[in-house]
């Protein structure tokens, strides 16, 4: 009993000490268990924090999203609403006229009236060439003129009389065929006459006489006819004393001619503007030699219009006549306004120098461009220079005209 007592009281201080043991720091097996139940405890706790918080924040995400879609929609009604109708490109540009200037004669140049980009009138001179050697080329065409003029008015005079010679030569040279015809029947008579006497009642002298007069009267009728003959054509010798006014005639409106070659060269050595516009690309000099041909100037005139270049299926509804707004690159303050003038009939690549050729190797289908011309109706500004290929952008009305 003794010892069952004494055995019973050992298991307890065992038990006891266990549990000292147990509930020690250094007892991880101890602890293990409530550390892992308090972390489970802190987890849901956080969970049910996240969640609560993102339960909180959801409405707002909503709120942002379709207030996000909202604007998209309304952006795009906007554009489309705005867009709606027009049709634009960039790649336009100013055009107008640039008339090449170059002289038609030959010369140093004397004088340069002009500077560069000046603004000049049509007629207005701009170089002059030296005038001496045309000059002395007019002086000797006006000589040669004179001259031209003399021997046709000589030659008319002429004519004048061989209308009237020429039938009286005709009517002289019958008169004399007449008479020589009476002088040869006399003598024909007197030679019968003196053939028909007896040897008794004339002489052998006579009788040569006689014959000898017979004869020189059939000279005398053959040199008449003769005479009757060559001047029977009398209309065809008066035509050609006429052809031959004519002919001078000719000469004299050939001298004519150079003459009005030589004024018009004179004219020349003075470069006048064909147009109203500005001076540009000035390539000449005072003292240089030009040539005819040789481009010296070129005149901008003020008539400056857009050529925008559409896309072919920007075309559709276009049509001339329609309002255009115009942006300018380089004056962003200008508001331009203008028409459609005219759609070019044919692409740039039909009119370009070397056209492409579809029916050969593969074919890639390329979106064409159109030139479309624009004419402004208002909004330059007098102060602010218009040069042509300033880069703009132009938008069409297509629609609601």
Request: avoid cysteine; hydrophobic fraction near 40%.
């Amino acid at each position: 009993m003794a010892e069952s007592q004494t055995d019973q009281e050992s298991n307890k201080d065992q038990s006891v000490t266990g549990e000292a043991a147990a509930g020690e720091p250094g007892n991880s097996a101890a602890q293990a268990p409530g550390k892992a139940k308090g972390g489970r405890d802190d987890a849901d706790k956080g969970g049910d924090a996240g969640e609560a918080a993102r339960r909180r924040r959801r409405p707002v995400v909503w709120l942002i999203g379709v207030a996000v879609i909202a604007l998209l929609v309304a952006g795009g009604a906007y554009y489309w609403i705005t867009t709606r109708g027009l049709e634009s490109t960039d790649d336009a540009y100013t055009d107008g006229r640039a008339v090449d200037i170059a002289p038609q004669v030959a010369g140093e140049v004397a004088s340069l009236d002009v500077k560069d980009n000046q603004f000049v009138h049509k007629g207005q001179a701009l170089i002059h060439i030296d005038p001496r050697q045309y000059q002395i080329a007019r002086d000797q065409a006006e000589g040669a003129l004179e001259t031209a003029k003399r021997q046709y008015q000589g030659q008319v005079y002429g004519a004048e009389i061989a209308r009237k010679n020429f039938p009286a030569l005709l009517e002289q040279a019958q008169a004399q065929l007449a008479s020589a015809k009476a002088n040869q029947l006399k003598a024909k008579a007197d030679d019968d006459r003196q053939k028909s006497l007896p040897k008794l009642a004339t002489t052998q002298q006579e009788v040569d006489a006689a014959n000898a007069a017979l004869a020189q009267a059939d000279a005398q009728v053959m040199l008449a006819d003769a005479q009757v003959q060559q001047n029977s054509p009398v209309q065809q010798r008066i035509g050609e004393t006429d052809q031959q006014v004519g002919q001078l005639n000719g000469q004299v409106e050939q001298a004519e001619a150079r003459l009005n070659q030589a004024n018009l060269n004179l004219s020349w050595t003075i470069v006048s503007a064909p147009q109203d516009g500005w001076i540009t690309k000035r390539n000449v000099e005072i003292g240089n030699y030009v040539s005819p041909g040789q481009q010296i100037f070129s005149i901008v005139s003020p008539d400056v219009w857009i050529t925008a270049n559409f896309k072919e299926n920007q075309l559709a509804q276009m049509r001339p006549g329609q309002s255009a707004k115009i942006r300018v690159d380089a004056y962003p303050q200008l508001d331009l306004r203008g028409h459609v003038d005219s759609i070019q009939m044919g692409s740039g690549s039909k009119f370009a120098a070397f056209p492409a050729e579809n029916a050969t190797g593969n074919f890639v289908k390329i979106v064409q461009r159109v030139p479309v011309k624009i004419v402004i109706d208002s909004g330059l500004d007098p102060d602010l220079p218009l040069p042509l290929g300033l880069s703009v952008d132009p938008t069409v009305t297509v629609t609601g005209q």
